[in-house]
């Protein structure tokens, strides 16, 4: 079986309004010196496969179906072993 | 400057319905083998510091008043240095 661990973010281009939001309530918290958040999902999946070729093509189809927006967000995973539980 | 990498994730023993739902979709496009998805956030923000206790201290602060759940998150961070914009 194999982990994967992937990354959602938004294109550096693209306004991250969550992210805003979160600097300015940690501006109004006092923390000023915090600047430039950036908020992204991480998805962990276990995928019944043992090899990595397959794995891999099979998780970039995920991201390109349903897990990431090709408009405006990237992805990127790594694949780990793990014990079936 | 530190740039904190923050991963905010659900305890293991709170039930993710955004975790449930992607598995839930990929089983109908026909990803069978893929199963235990879990949804969580993935934060960065850049602090203004060059102390890496003092900027421990402050995520440690920052994640308990504001971005993790305390009733149903934990959390964990990395630091790296970063240059100057």
Redesign the interface.
């Known amino acids: 079986m194999l982990k994967a661990k992937i990354?959602v973010?938004l294109k550096a281009s693209v306004l991250d309004p969550q992210?805003k939001a979160?600097?300015q309530?940690?501006h109004q918290?006092g923390?000023s010196?915090?600047?430039?958040?950036?908020?992204?999902?991480?998805?962990?999946?276990?995928?019944?496969?043992t090899d990595h070729s397959k794995a891999t093509e099979?998780i970039n189809?995920?991201c390109d179906?349903?897990?990431a927006n090709p408009n405006t967000e990237h992805y990127e995973f790594s694949l780990v072993e793990v014990e079936k539980p």
């Open positions: 990354f973010r992210g979160v600097t309530a940690l918290l923390y010196n915090v600047n430039d958040t950036r908020v992204s999902k991480y998805i962990e999946l276990i995928l019944d496969e099979t189809n995920i179906k349903l897990l």
